[in-house]
């Protein structure tokens, strides 16, 4: 593992029990949110895939129970064994494990859908084909993919600093237009694109993408 990528592990084992304490209850107040997440739940079972997706970067585990409310059978992954091991703690009764979105614990076409809420925003350039195709690897043909993501331009930042806990990591807010060229090349073809304006402390407007995967040898898009 490189050391950018220690450093955003580290750091999020640190944020578990931060994210535990300030993002539980969050998503009932997010009716967007809950929307395109009822939309690619909907999708995903309608596709008669066998409903079983995953949530890439699952942190505590907050979607899972929701996800399961919508009737698709949810597993989580996250790179910090910390976020796991709050997500068993907080949201227990789903499977969880720790895994790399750049190299994902999953057999080939073997989910019918994937979930990425805000895990996209840590990939650097150079990762960032590399993460596109796993997740087109796992999902089966005619299966979804869901993420939420903060709109910009894609540059490097620097996270953690404000909240005062000793962490900073690297954070990456690529454009609307960049992830669909990503999903795009990587096989997915956009079914929904949606986002809003920025809220309270929030600095640029939040996206929301549904895609479809593509049969093999479909032509991308």
């Excluded at 910090?80 to 949201?91: L, Q």
């Excluded at 000793?166 to 990587?186: C, N």
Aim: glycine share 14%; net charge negative; aromatic share 10%.
């Amino acid at each position: 593992m490189d050391a950018q990528t220690d450093e955003l592990r580290d750091a999020h084992d640190k944020l578990a029990e931060w994210y535990s304490e300030r993002l539980v209850g969050l998503l009932e107040s997010m009716p967007i949110e809950r929307a395109v997440l009822d939309l690619f739940c909907e999708l995903t079972l309608a596709a008669d895939l066998g409903g079983d997706v995953a949530d890439i970067g699952c942190g505590t585990g907050r979607l899972l129970p929701y996800l399961a409310g919508r009737g698709v059978t949810p597993r989580g992954v996250d790179l910090a064994p910390g976020m796991i091991e709050v997500a068993r703690r907080d949201n227990p009764g789903f499977p969880y494990e720790v895994g790399d979105v750049r190299a994902l614990p999953f057999e080939d076409a073997s989910l019918a859908g994937v979930v990425c809420w805000y895990s996209l925003i840590f990939l650097p350039p150079e990762s960032r084909g590399a993460a596109f195709g796993e997740l087109a690897r796992v999902v089966r043909p005619g299966g979804y993919f869901v993420c939420a993501f903060k709109d910009g331009d894609g540059e490097r930042r620097r996270g953690g600093l404000s909240l005062n806990i000793g962490i900073e990591f690297d954070a990456y807010w690529m454009s609307a237009a960049e992830m669909m060229e990503r999903l795009d090349a990587s096989g997915f073809s956009l079914v929904f694109q949606g986002g809003r304006p920025p809220e309270g402390t929030e600095t640029v407007p939040q996206g929301y993408l549904v895609a479809r995967r593509s049969a093999p040898g479909a032509p991308p898009g």
